[in-house]
T-cell receptor
Framework: ETGVTQSPTHLIKTRGQQVTLRCSSQ?????VSWYQQALGQGPQFIFQ???????GRGNFPPRFSGLQFPNYSSELNVNALELDDSALYLC???????????FGPGTRLLVL | EDQVTQSPEALRLQEGESSSLNCSYT??????LFWYRQDPGKGPEFLFT???AGEEKEKERLKATLTKKESFLHITAPKPEDSATYLC????????????FGKGTKLSVIP
């Protein structure tokens, strides 16, 4: 059984640019959640996608947006990058929206 | 608003020295409490889910317990490979299906 995978593993961008992060959910899972983890902090919920629809959103501005595809993989897009967007971005998948979430290895984003 | 507080922030143990990590939570209605282990630069690894007060779960040297206000992660005779950050999270089911995490406890086990 393949676990959650994310790409790329690392990324360096400059302020004002746009970035797209990708996530493939664990086999059989229809729900993907995205989290942002700053250094020394716990993960913060960005949003969740369930069967291709946004199913909840945390306190993040609209420049954070996402998609879920028919195969349940997902993208996180961030526009107009700011220095504070530098963090580890985590994707988690679950069998259903209310089930245990299993995390991928994360994408480390550095904004200069 | 759901809140999770973990203590201590960091813990150093000698190999074989048992201890406990604490997770205090405030939620409108607990639907689940989760423990994860996170190694540096990696994603959290799922350990346990607890659903109701009095519930206990065990895995190797780890045992998680739950009361109405807090959860404990007991580590018995730890080994150096148990060194990691342990994260606690709650799901209240109020509104969006999000996990609210604490900041974690960084555990170091010294040989």
């Amino acid at each position: 059984e393949t676990g959650v995978t994310q790409s790329p593993t690392h990324l360096i961008k400059t302020r004002g640019q746009q970035v797209t992060l990708r996530c493939s959910s664990q086999s059989g899972h229809n729900t993907v959640s995205w989290y942002q983890q700053a250094l020394g902090q716990g993960p913060q919920f960005i949003f969740q996608y369930y069967r291709e629809e946004e199913n909840g959103r945390g306190n993040f501005p609209p420049r954070f947006s996402g998609l879920q595809f028919p195969n349940y993989s997902s993208e996180l897009n961030v526009n107009a990058l700011e220095l504070d967007d530098s963090a580890l971005y985590l994707c988690a998948s679950s069998l259903e929206s209310t089930e245990t979430q299993y995390f991928g290895p994360g994408t480390r984003l550095l904004v200069l | 608003e759901d809140q999770v507080t973990q203590s201590p922030e960091a813990l150093r143990l000698q190999e074989g020295e048992s201890s406990s990590l604490n997770c205090s939570y405030t939620v409108s209605g607990l639907r689940g409490l989760f423990w994860y282990r996170q190694d540096p630069g990696k994603g959290p690894e799922f350990l346990f889910t607890l659903y109701s007060a009095g519930e206990e779960k065990e895995k190797e040297r780890l045992k998680a317990t739950l009361t109405k206000k807090e959860s404990f992660l007991h580590i018995t005779a730890p080994k150096p490979e148990d060194s990691a950050t342990y994260l606690c999270a709650v799901y209240s089911g109020a509104g969006s299906y999000q996990l609210t995490f604490g900041k974690g406890t960084k555990l170091s086990v010294i040989p």
